[in-house]
Every structure is written in C-alpha cells, then in structure tokens.
C-alpha cells in the first residue's frame, strides 16, 4: 500500500514539476521531437530497404531451359533432380505452348507474329521455372543446374541480381548503423538537456537529500517526469511517421521507383513504428533523468 501512496504521490509530483518548469521541460521537449522524427526517418527507411532486398530475392527466378529433344521422361528426370537439390525452394514446369500463349497475351505483335505457330512450328522450349531459398548460394545452384542432363540454357540475370542485392545489403546496414548512431546521439542530447533542467532544481535535491529522503525517493520524481517528457516528444514523431508515411505510400502507389521495389503496406508498419517511438522515447526520457539526478546525489 506504502508503495502505490509513494507512486501516485510521485506521479502528481512529476506532473507538477513539469509545469513548474515549463521553460526547460519544453527545451526537453523539442530536444526529443526532434531528435524522434530523425530517428523514425530512419526506422521507415531501414525497414523498406530491408523489404526492398527480401522481395527482390523472393522475385528473383532461374529459368533452366530444356532440350528441344527432351521427352516426357527426361522432363519427369530433370524435376526429380531439381527437388533434390538443397537451395532449390521451388519449381514450375512451363510448356513451350504455355510461354508461346503468355507471350501472345502481353504483346499484340506476339499474338500476330505467334499466332499461326502448330506446336511442331513453335521454337520455344519447354522449361523449369525455379526459385532458391538462399539468393547468396544461386551462382553455385546455378551451376548444379547447367549441369543436369537435358538441361540446355539457364538463365536468371547473372550479375544484375547479385549487384542489386549487395547494393540493398549495403543501404540496409549502413541505414542500421544510422539508426544506432542516431538513438546514441538522441541520448546524448536528451542526457544534457534534461540536465540543464535538474541543475536549476539542484537546491530542491539538497534540501531533500538534508531532511533524510532516500535516493530512490528522490529519483522516482525525477524518473517519472523524464518518462512523462518522453512521451510527450513522442507525439509530434508519431504524428509525423503515421500521417506523412500514408500520405507518401498513397502517393507512390505503394511502389518506388520500379513495380519490384514496393513499399510496406501503412497498416501494421506505422502502428509498429509508432510503438518503437514511444518506447524510445519513454527510455531515453526516463534514462536522461536517471543519468541527470545521479550526478547531484553522489555529492
């Protein structure tokens, strides 16, 4: 019971303090917007990129053309093969008259061009449509590939896909450490904004420490309103990602810059990006006041 009193006393203390000292807890304040919406810039830009690389590697597919002359059982022979194989995630047989027809259905001059083609007519070749679980490994599956009998081509943009991917690979780590670097430097600032405003109160904490109050119950308080500061800096960040984040994938349609590279979808993502901000916020507030007060209690 003791316990719940010196919470709800602690709780109506903080509150009060933050008026009181509306000035600095306002510096506090913008200091946490602030440095929140660079970090929620950030976060948004980590997560699509890493969307952008993981799509890229699920769309990427190896084509593994058959030999004109390969029968029914060399079709069955060269499956059995691919679902051996360790990376090979899928398959898909694709007749030649099935690519001869979805040829035809994307392009007028196709249909024109296909159209009188017999099935003894048709230079196509039946083939294999696979995908791979592991986009590192495909150089080396594609090589297993070419070497299955009756296998003639394989294809799957050999060198554009790999660079693709260790390009969005790079963007994604470098955006990780952006982020890290970012929440270091939001808790630097935080740290000695918050401390401006506990040194203005370092009398209070004196004549605190003089009637006999405890550490802890000094820096609950102090705690409590740096949690409450947080989540006050927090509001703007929220807004900001939740709107400006919908406005921005409604705009794009949901795709930037090629139909591959998609953005997330707003809902679950800004409900989740938004619950990150919060969170940092509340620490590093709560944090920035721990780190502040302790300073005057070890004098």
């Known amino acids: 019971m003791k316990v719940f009193r010196m919470m709800r006393r602690s709780i109506r203390d903080a509150f009060k303090s933050v008026f009181r000292n509306f000035s600095l807890s306002l510096a506090s304040v913008f200091c946490i917007t602030i440095t929140l919406i660079v970090v929620a810039f950030s976060i948004v830009a980590t997560y699509n990129v890493n969307n952008f ?12 053309f058959l030999e004109a002359e390969t029968d029914e059982e060399g079709v069955e022979q060269v499956k059995q093969t691919l679902e051996g194989m360790a990376n090979v995630d899928s398959i898909e047989f ?12 994307e392009d007028s001059f196709f249909e024109e061009t296909m159209g009188g083609w017999s099935e003894e007519d048709n230079p196509l070749k039946d083939s294999y449509m696979i995908k791979v679980k592991d986009i ?5 599956t594609v090589e297993e590939i070419k070497n299955i009998e009756h296998v003639s081509i394989v294809e799957y943009g050999e060198g ?39 040194f203005s109160r370092k009398r209070e904490i004196s004549i605190m420490r003089l009637v006999g109050a405890s550490n802890f119950s000094i820096k609950h308080p102090f705690v409590i309103e740096g949690m409450i ?5 927090s ?40 619950g990150i901000i919060l969170l ?12 502040a007060v302790q300073k005057y209690l070890k004098v």
């Not at 690389?53 to 593994?64: C, F, G, Q, R, S």
């Not at 694709?94 to 259905?105: L, P, Q, R, V």
């Not at 500061?229 to 800096?233: A, E, Q």
């Not at 940092?280 to 780190?291: E, H, T």
């Open 53 to 64: 690389t993981n799509l890229i590697e699920k769309d990427v597919t190896v084509v593994a």
């Open 94 to 105: 694709k007749s030649k008259e099935d690519a001869k027809n979805e040829m035809m259905a």
């Open 136 to 140: 590192d490994q495909i150089g080396n």
């Open 160 to 198: 554009t896909v790999e660079k693709l991917v260790s390009a969005f690979d790079a963007i994604r780590k470098v955006s990780i450490g952006v982020v890290i670097a970012l929440l270091v430097v939001t808790v630097f600032l935080i740290v000695n904004t918050i401390k401006l405003t506990i």
């Open 229 to 233: 500061l947080g989540v006050i800096g």
């Open 235 to 274: 509001i703007i960040p929220i807004l900001f990602t939740t709107y400006g984040y919908i406005a921005f994938y409604n705009h794009m349609q949901g795709i930037l810059f090629s139909p591959i590279i998609k953005l997330i979808q707003p809902e679950p993502f800004i409900y989740i990006v938004s």
């Open 280 to 291: 940092i916020g509340v620490v590093v507030g709560m944090i920035g006041s721990y780190r």
